[in-house]
């Protein structure tokens, strides 16, 4: 399960996207933004909006926009996880070792929070640093987050300014303008705007997401750097995977 991106052109030398999913509901309202968000004179050169799923990608092919892609904090899980033989303090080795195997060096983003981004960083050492163009941002305290990205890039050699950084939690213009202010200069920056953007009915936005609690037979656990956003059904399981992930990050 991937989402879809179809990224929107450079307001201000940054990306601006639309994540939605594939309700009829929310089609419609993706049909009316990819139709008319375009000729809004605040985006003069627009190009590109995030957005999940194969209607999206139907409307970018009607109003050739470029739909390209993220991987989800499900093939992380089910990919480190839904195996015995692994050890799923390393899902992000397996789900990253995947990727590159299959994409080589068109690798697009890493997510980073599937078991926590601290585990993560373990994983993203030099070679997938470099073949992947940025990483993901989904919870966690975002400006915590892009320092210690940076930080990361930097301890490796790599020029941050050649990575970007795609934020993805509960946004809306207002956050989105204070890190593009915040982290310009030192990295490029994306934004994945949905809900707020596809939510306008005068009614509060459900904070909820779906996620994979079972692969082939064995549970499988998310397990985010925002307290109460991790998924899954069995506590067991829960307390299991994070012993693996305190373990390795103190050995």
């Known amino acids: 399960m991937f989402n879809f991106f179809i990224i929107m052109d450079e307001i201000q030398g940054n990306n601006i996207a639309r994540n939605f999913s594939s309700e009829y ?27 999940d799923l194969d209607q999206n990608i139907e409307l970018a092919k009607k109003y050739n926009l470029a739909p390209v892609g993220t991987m989800a904090h499900e093939w992380i899980m089910c990919v480190g996880q839904g195996n015995h033989k692994h050890n799923p303090a390393y899902s992000n080795w397996y789900a990253l070792d995947a990727w590159v195997k299959e994409y080589g060096i068109l690798n697009g983003t890493a997510l980073t929070d599937a078991i926590t981004t601290d585990c993560f960083l373990r994983d993203f050492r030099l070679t997938y640093a470099t073949l992947f163009s940025g990483v993901r941002h989904d919870s966690g305290d975002p400006f915590v987050w892009g320092d210690k990205m940076i930080k990361h890039y930097e301890s490796l050699g790599i020029d941050a300014k050649s990575k970007t950084l795609l934020f993805s939690d509960s946004l809306d213009f207002e956050r989105a ?21 596809s939510n306008d009915t005068d009614v509060p936005a459900l904070n909820i997401v779906m996620k994979t609690t079972e692969c082939n037979g064995m549970d499988v656990a998310k397990i985010s750097d925002t307290p109460g956003k991790g998924m899954c059904k069995n506590p067991e399981y829960v307390e299991y995977l994070q012993r693996c992930i305190d373990w390795r990050m103190k050995h």
């Open 25 to 51: 509901f929310n089609y419609t309202i993706n049909f009316i933004i990819s139709k008319e968000f375009p000729s809004f004179s605040d985006f003069p050169d627009f190009s590109l909006v995030l957005c």
């Open 177 to 197: 303008t204070k890190l593009n202010e915040y982290f310009s200069g030192k990295a490029k920056v994306a934004f994945g705007i949905g809900t707020y953007l």
